[in-house]
């Protein structure tokens, strides 16, 4: 079982940018595949972005390619978002995650570990 916890979040003006951050305790991060999701109000959570276990592989849902970069630093054991140009449909609550399978998190099922989240509103 992996600790995330997520942080960074807040409240952005639309067109800003915003970094959140998620922090793992885990001797092992290098073996974890890691990935944000997002849920907003009244929707199912989604994929936003994945990583693979060096970092050479990234992954995007198309709605926030060329806006959100994923990465990771394995020797702080941290996996970061960073996301520009941000939209008011950006808003929701971002999870991290991590599983040991690139196709679990990339498809976000049976992901064996999740954080409590961080709020990112956009305002118009």
């Known amino acids: 079982q992996v600790q995330l916890v997520e942080s960074g979040g807040g409240l952005v003006q639309a067109g800003g940018s915003l970094r959140v951050s998620c922090a793992a305790s885990?001797?092992?991060?290098?073996?974890?595949?890691m990935g944000w999701f997002r849920q907003a109000p009244g929707k199912e959570r989604e994929f936003v972005a994945g990583?693979?276990?060096?970092?050479?592989?990234?992954y995007y849902a198309d709605s926030v390619k060329g806006r959100f970069t994923i990465s990771r630093d394995n020797a702080k054991n941290t996996v970061y978002l960073q996301m520009n140009s941000l939209k008011p449909e950006d808003t929701a609550v971002y999870y991290c995650?991590?599983?040991?399978?690139?196709?679990?998190?990339?498809?976000?099922?049976?992901?064996?570990?999740w954080g409590q989240g961080t709020q990112v509103t956009v305002s118009s």
């Open positions: 995650a991590a599983d040991h399978g690139e196709g679990s998190v990339v498809a976000g099922t049976q992901i064996a570990n």
């Open positions: 990583i693979s276990r060096g970092g050479s592989r990234t």
């Open positions: 885990t001797r092992t991060f290098s073996a974890y595949v």
